[in-house]
């Protein structure tokens, strides 16, 4: 289920590792499930990952930039930091509930996954929420205006190497 080493899933998979990372228990209750598991089984059955051990390695990418009692990959350091905060420019300041709702409208939207529980959003988070679905190219663009702003990525140099056909879209030259 990857592409160039993508998850097809990858948007929707950084999303909810996001939601389970942040709001924790929270999140799947918004969803109407009592247990992470319960929750974990619904995204394998609905085929958005392959297994329960991919939906619990999405959040373990995002825990480590939350305040809860997970370590996940703190070894990774900030390599995931600029997924996070291209989802905070655009939902950071939204309550479990509502960043819930962004999850089931993208789940109905992409994947036709119906949720019954979803709840009305507003004409601004829609707005916000279709600015992601644009092409990759609004996440390039953030991330090249504000990679300095991290501090393992702030010595550094950036190469495009979107122009060279590379499968990655950047070099990083430290």
Known sequence: MTTQGKHENYEILNLIGYGLAKFDTHFVKCFGFKTKTAFYEYIVQHE???????VKNRQDLFDPFFENNRRGWWQKGDAY???????DS???????????????L?????????????KEISPV?????????????EAE???????????????????DARLLGAPRCFKWVA
Do not use: M, P
């Open 48 to 54: 958005v990952a392959e297994s329960i051990g991919t």
């Open 81 to 87: 930091i600029h997924r996070k905060i291209f989802i």
């Open 90 to 104: 655009l939902f950071g300041s939204l309550d479990a509930s509502a960043y819930s709702n962004i999850v089931k």
């Open 106 to 118: 993208y789940l109905q939207d992409k994947l036709a996954i119906t949720d019954k529980t979803i």
């Open 125 to 137: 988070i829609k707005s916000k929420f279709k600015q992601l679905q644009e092409t990759g190219q």
């Open 141 to 159: 663009l953030f991330f090249i205006n504000n990679y300095k702003k991290v501090a393992s990525f702030e010595n550094g140099v950036l190469e």
